[in-house]
């Protein structure tokens, strides 16, 4: 399925929610502040049940991560979500 997409956003909003198991809510609440590099860390807000949660952040996926925000990104505060439907994808809840 990640194959199927040649957008670098889509393999990475898909790699986010197969890789490091986020939720759809998860994922399209994700922000800059919540990649945990240095601890290899996701941290997913207001998931199952209303609770924050850590997730395990590989190695590959922060390196599609970083390679989308470098394409993607506009300029403006941490607190931006990674994923924001500005670019022509409204993740729904």
Known sequence: M??????????AIQSVAYGAGLHAG????LKVRDIDSE???LRG?????????NAVL????L??????WKI????GPE???MFDHDYGLEIRQ
Do not use: Y
């Not at 199927?4 to 393999?11: D, L, M, N, R």
């Not at 807000?45 to 949660?53: H, I, L, Y």
């Not at 590989?58 to 996926?61: C, I, K, Q, T």
């Not at 993607?72 to 300029?75: A, F, H, M, N, Q």
């Open 58 to 61: 590989a190695h590959d996926l």
């Open 39 to 41: 601890r290899m860390l």
């Open 45 to 53: 807000e207001c998931g199952k049940g209303g609770r924050d949660r």
């Open 63 to 68: 390196v599609l991560l970083r390679e989308w």
């Open 79 to 81: 607190e931006r979500i």
């Open 2 to 11: 990640l194959n199927a997409t040649t957008s670098i956003k889509h393999q």
């Open 26 to 29: 998860e994922v399209s609440r």
């Open 72 to 75: 993607g990104r506009k300029e």
